[in-house]
């Protein structure tokens, strides 16, 4: 892993529909469909076009600093000190952020197929995994990630096929059980997870090879829709299977998997969507300790980011063994807490830069002007 890694724009599309459907396809529709009910697919739209303004931004603030990172860039905005002040809760929410999807592997092994093993031996493994896969680069995870999103979205795409003779259209009704104060509230929810977190990908976009960086934005575009496009085939179809059930089954792709039965020769495939299902967390979780590895080298001005990657890891797990250990609690901050933390932690900052950068580009005009 070093500075002078490149990737396409191609790759870095890969990686960011992987950051963002990772975990989301797991965890999102139970909650939305909890809170929103029928209209739950309603409420994605609304994060999905929140989530497209904030990439707006994102994208703007890469082609005035196209070499640079949001670190970087933030210093040349702000000066060190507000830089270093404003990146300590961003670096810390991703510690934190990186420990809960450890967590949801583990609570996803530990409810589905490991029932009997203990979460410390569970977390390690996992972590020792991701730390070596960010030691390899991002050229080597990129490298890796296409065969594995063919894998999970084939698997995704497998299941809600084989489900279709369990579907019941009746159930999508009525459309707005509950009036609009419930779709708003799970609109925050998927909005806060996964949409706000995209912020974090300022930071490795200056790894796309410069003859790339036209191509880049129409590709992000394009995740960002397939994202919404897949978690939104998930949540309607685990409304017309589970119906009412659909907002209190955890891990709604699995379950429907369960379901799966067809003249006693396709049975018992959930195993194979737990694989795919398995495979998203590990490599969302990859590319966020990337991230996170090369933010906290640029905060530090480290210039060798390998030194930090077994320690970095290291406080990843004792953040996923002690904290969290509650699942009522962990449900309550994913619907509440969690937003807010992304929104204050990555959101604001980012807007910051955004308004300083427009403010300097106009001064720059009316001194040109003058």
Excluded at 5 to 32: C, K, N, R
Excluded at 165 to 171: C, K, S
Excluded at 277 to 303: E, P
Excluded at 337 to 354: E, G, K, Q
Aim: hydrophobic share 55%; charged share 10%.
């Amino acid at each position: 892993m070093n500075k002078q890694e490149q990737i396409s724009s191609v790759q870095m599309t890969i990686l960011f529909l992987f950051y963002l459907t990772g975990s989301s396809i797991v965890i999102i529709p139970a909650p939305l469909t909890n809170v929103a009910g029928n209209a739950a697919w309603i409420s994605l739209l609304i994060a999905l076009i929140l989530g497209m303004l904030l990439l707006t931004g994102i994208l703007y603030l890469y082609r005035r600093f196209p070499h640079q990172s949001l670190i970087e860039y933030s210093g040349s905005l702000l000066g060190r000190g507000w830089t270093v002040l404003l990146f300590i809760p961003f670096v810390c929410v991703m510690f934190w952020h990186v420990a809960g999807i450890v967590i949801e592997i583990g609570a996803f092994f530990k409810t589905t197929m490991l029932k009997e093993s203990p979460t410390y031996a569970v977390n390690a493994l996992l972590f020792v995994t991701i730390a070596l896969t960010v030691r390899a680069g991002i050229e080597a995870i990129a490298r890796m990630a296409p065969l594995l999103l063919i894998l999970m979205f084939g698997f995704i795409f497998l299941v809600c096929v084989l489900v279709a003779n369990l579907y019941h259209v009746e159930y999508l009704l009525p459309i707005v059980p509950s009036g609009i104060g419930p779709i708003f509230h799970a609109a925050y929810i998927a909005y806060g997870f996964p949409y706000a977190e995209l912020v974090v990908f300022a930071i490795i976009l200056p790894c796309i090879r410069p003859k790339d960086a036209p191509n880049v934005r129409k590709h992000l575009y394009f995740g960002l829709a397939a994202n919404g496009a897949t978690l939104l085939l998930s949540i309607i179809c685990s409304i017309m299977v589970l119906g009412p059930l659909s907002g209190d089954l955890k891990y709604s792709l699995y379950q429907l998997a369960r379901l799966i039965f067809i003249r006693e020769t396709i049975e018992r495939i959930e195993s194979v969507i737990g694989f795919s299902l398995i495979v998203g967390f590990y490599f969302k979780a990859s590319i966020l300790l990337f991230i996170l590895v090369r933010s906290v080298s640029h905060l530090l001005k480290l210039s060798n980011e390998r030194l930090i990657v077994f320690p970095v890891a290291f406080v990843c797990l004792l953040l996923s063994l002690t904290t969290y250990t509650n699942e009522a609690t962990l449900e309550e901050i994913v619907n509440t807490t969690w937003p807010l933390l992304n929104n204050v932690a990555y959101v604001c900052p980012m807007l910051l830069l955004i308004v300083a950068a427009l403010l300097r580009r106009r001064g720059r005009k009316m001194n040109g002007d003058g």
